[in-house]
């Protein structure tokens, strides 16, 4: 099993700035994603549809076939109007409401991209995901994985409590150069700005991929930082096998 645990976004994207920053990072390193000749594009947990939206309507202009992959059906209300609309007419589509396990065996391939933008939080067994995406790619396909920095306050203190150990995106790349030992990668990446004050159970459960987390878990959280306003990095891979 890859994941037993989705939730809407909501809550999180109320105090956090990640949602610009990676739009801004996308268009600022567009040469470096390289995505001008994606015709199809599969993304596992798509979310709400903020990244991909922009992805698909600036970075893909020859885009034929889009797949979500998304298991909460609050974030598909939000995910389906905004990549509908970034389609501009393309009736190109296709949705998949369900766990990714449940999914992934039934979409045909090959895709040119593969988007895994802050998910693999939620998946327990990296290995097996990549090992499942195989038969799906093709040689210069890119897979795009996204991951906070294990190096920031915010992951330190989550480790701290025991709620979840971090892998770095290089962590990742060890396990894809396995698979596909003639890869190449290449890495963006950002920072982002949060203050610990206005974080809520919601928003803290996204955080620590974690529905069970309460509020005396998220009090000794708040009071692991000596500033309430912290900065943490977001590193961006991009795998092309």
């Not at 949602?19 to 015709?39: E, M, S, Y």
């Not at 203050?195 to 708040?222: C, P, Q, W």
Request: charged letters at 25%; one cysteine or more.
């Amino acid at each position: 099993m890859f994941s037993d645990y989705n939730t809407p976004w909501s809550e999180a994207r109320q105090i956090i700035d990640e949602k610009h920053k990676f739009i801004r990072c996308f268009a600022d390193h567009a040469a470096v994603f390289d995505l001008q000749t994606a015709q199809s594009c599969l993304s596992i947990g798509a979310g709400c549809g903020e990244s991909d939206a922009f992805i698909v309507s600036k970075l893909m202009p020859q885009l034929q076939r889009y797949i979500a992959v998304e298991p909460d059906k609050e974030n598909i209300k939000e995910l389906v109007p905004r990549v509908l609309d970034a389609l501009q007419g393309r009736r190109c589509l296709e949705l998949y409401h369900s766990r990714i396990e449940d999914a992934i065996d039934r979409i045909e391939g090959p895709v040119d991209v593969v988007l895994l933008l802050e998910v693999l939080y939620y998946i327990k067994d990296y290995e097996t995901l990549l090992q499942r995406l195989k038969r799906l790619l093709k040689p210069g396909s890119k897979i795009v994985v996204s991951l906070l920095r294990s190096d920031s306050d915010v992951v330190r203190a989550v480790e701290t409590l025991g709620l979840k150990t971090w892998q770095d995106v290089q962590q990742v790349e060890a396990l894809v150069k396995i698979l596909y030992p003639n890869m190449k990668a290449s890495y963006v990446s950002f920072i982002c700005t949060t203050d610990v004050r206005d974080t809520t159970i919601g928003a803290f459960s996204i955080l620590t991929a974690n529905a069970d987390v309460g509020e005396e878990k998220l009090a000794k959280f708040k009071e692991l930082f000596e500033s309430p306003i912290t900065d943490y990095g977001i590193e961006i891979a991009i795998f092309e096998i």
